[in-house]
């Protein structure tokens, strides 16, 4: 009788283990924010305010600790993501420089190296000439570039980077050719074009809007499919809202955005990957994120699972043929 009791017992406790799921996965350890990008820069901002959102909505129970690793254009940060494969406590805050710095240096990383979560933002492009140049609008631009060919000059931030990239795609969609001149960072970039150094930015909205507020540079366009959202005037009662795309204003080339996107290392548990992905719709979805969206004048869009990895395939293909045809891509 006792081992029959014994055997009825194993055998309910199998059907109740069979019945009630695993709890899902829980952080038990503080987490690391690990930023691509040196303090004050977009993805340390992007970290942080995730990370203030956490804090101040309880989404976590754990602390999280914001760590900066920007060397390499980013590249240390994932490495250094690399290195905790299965640590689901380690989470890689980053752009699609994720899966594009591979194509144009040895790391000691690769894509595979990291597991995608999700993106919460796409960054947008403009052109910005000096706010007294006499270009009315992009097509303008274009053309005066075209007249003296590789005598302008369009600054941005880092070589075989984004603005790099979009300054490529903008010479062969138009015909048109520049001087391309890197800078670390695209605070550099703004500053040398309000002083005249350069002729033209490739740079994001908050990264001139201090130099557009003074009135030394201006927006000509923005390289997305539709006009940024309204906002309250930034200079001369013109405001985000204002600002033609660049394909209304007769460029061939209608989008270029840059995701901001969310990584944990390779090997870690599916659930672990899915409780990120709830954490960070649900900080999506917080006024605090549309207050961020608004200030940086971002595009909000959050995509996780299938969306998100479609969307990087589809921008990896992209880019990749703009580094084979510069002959960036390294063997």
């Known amino acids: 009788m006792k081992r029959f009791c014994i055997a009825a017992g194993a055998a309910l406790a199998s059907v109740i283990a069979a019945v009630v799921p695993a709890a899902a996965w829980q952080p038990t350890k503080p987490i690391e924010f690990v930023v691509t990008s040196g303090p004050g820069g977009g993805t340390d901002n992007f970290a942080r305010i995730v990370q203030s ?9 754990q602390p999280v600790v914001v760590l900066n690793k920007g060397g390499g254009s980013g590249a240390e940060g994932y490495i250094y993501g690399k290195g905790a494969k299965g640590d689901a406590h380690k989470v890689v805050f980053g752009t699609n420089n994720a899966y594009l710095l591979p194509y144009v240096a040895k790391l000691g990383y690769k894509l595979s190296d990291l597991t995608p979560v999700s993106a919460l933002a796409l960054d947008e492009f403009l052109i910005w000439v000096k706010g007294d140049a006499p270009y009315a609008d992009a097509k303008a631009y274009v053309e005066a570039a075209k007249a ?21 795609m903008i ?19 703004a500053t040398q074009l309000a002083g005249g150094h350069v002729d033209s930015n490739t740079n994001n909205p908050n990264e001139n809007i201090g130099q557009w507020k003074a009135g030394q540079v201006k927006p000509l366009c923005v390289f997305s499919p539709v006009r940024l959202a309204k906002s309250d005037p930034v200079h001369d009662g013109k405001g985000w809202g204002d600002i033609p795309t660049c394909k209304e204003a007769g460029l061939p080339l209608e989008a270029f955005q840059m995701p901001r996107t969310v990584w944990l290392p390779a090997e870690v548990p599916a659930d672990a990957v899915a409780f990120y992905a709830d954490v960070m719709e649900k900080v999506s979805k917080t006024p605090e994120w549309a207050e961020f969206i608004a200030r940086t004048a971002q595009t909000a869009r959050f995509m996780k699972g299938k ?25």
């Open 307 to 331: 969306e998100f990895t479609d969307f990087v395939a589809k921008d990896e293909a992209a880019n990749a043929k703009v580094f084979k045809n510069e002959g960036w891509v390294v063997n």
């Open 148 to 168: 003296k060919p590789g005598s302008l000059k369009m600054a941005g931030s880092q070589s075989k980077d984004t603005d790099q990239t979009l300054t490529a």
């Open 53 to 61: 959102i956490i804090a101040k909505h309880k989404l976590i129970e």
């Open 171 to 189: 010479q062969e969609a138009t015909g048109a050719k520049w001087i391309y001149v890197p800078f670390q960072g695209g605070g550099a970039a």
